[in-house]
């Protein structure tokens, strides 16, 4: 038990030791969104794609970009006061959240690929638009 007053801190010093990267290891942070809709509009069926793969380096890894970017990210449009119009808790869905935060994020290498399938039900033909 490396501190007798905190089993927590003993735990942590356990983790810290035995999940430590080797020389030759890193992480990889893999997502992969698959969202379809269908619209009212004559069956028209979209399927949107998009996925991240991004890793580790020596200076920082993979999970601590995604985790640590975004939140910085959020906290920095908090407190810059681009966000006074908002209230409460605020999740990205509305573009003048998510567009900051997604210019910000790949300024630091966090890019999805994304890829929209329509298909139109009157033709049953596939159309690829790469976004």
Same mark, same amino acid.
């Given at each position: 038990?490396?501190?007798?007053?905190?089993?927590?801190?003993?735990?942590? #010093?356990?983790?810290?030791?035995?999940? %430590? =990267?080797?020389?030759?290891? %890193?992480?990889?942070?893999?997502? #992969? #969104?698959?969202?379809?809709?269908?619209?009212?509009?004559?069956?028209?069926?979209?399927? #949107?794609?998009?996925?991240?793969?991004?890793?580790?380096?020596?200076?920082?890894?993979?999970?601590?970009?995604?985790?640590?970017?975004?939140?910085?990210?959020?906290?920095?449009?908090?407190?810059?006061?681009?966000?006074?119009?908002?209230?409460?808790?605020?999740?990205?869905?509305?573009?003048?959240?998510?567009?900051?935060?997604?210019?910000?994020?790949?300024?630091?290498?966090?890019? =999805?690929?994304?890829?929209?399938?329509?298909?139109?039900?009157?033709?049953?033909?596939?159309?690829?638009?790469?976004?």
């Amino acid at each position: 038990v490396s501190d007798p007053l905190s089993v927590a801190q003993s735990f942590c #010093h356990q983790l810290e030791a035995k999940l %430590r =990267f080797e020389d030759n290891e %890193r992480d990889m942070v893999l997502m #992969h #969104h698959n969202i379809e809709a269908t619209f009212d509009d004559g069956g028209r069926k979209e399927t #949107h794609l998009s996925s991240l793969q991004l890793y580790g380096d020596d200076k920082m890894t993979a999970m601590c970009k995604t985790v640590g970017y975004t939140a910085a990210v959020g906290a920095d449009l908090l407190l810059s006061g681009k966000l006074e119009h908002q209230k409460g808790i605020l999740i990205p869905t509305s573009k003048d959240i998510y567009n900051p935060c997604l210019d910000a994020l790949e300024k630091e290498g966090l890019v =999805f690929a994304e890829e929209v399938m329509i298909e139109n039900s009157d033709t049953n033909d596939d159309v690829e638009i790469f976004v």
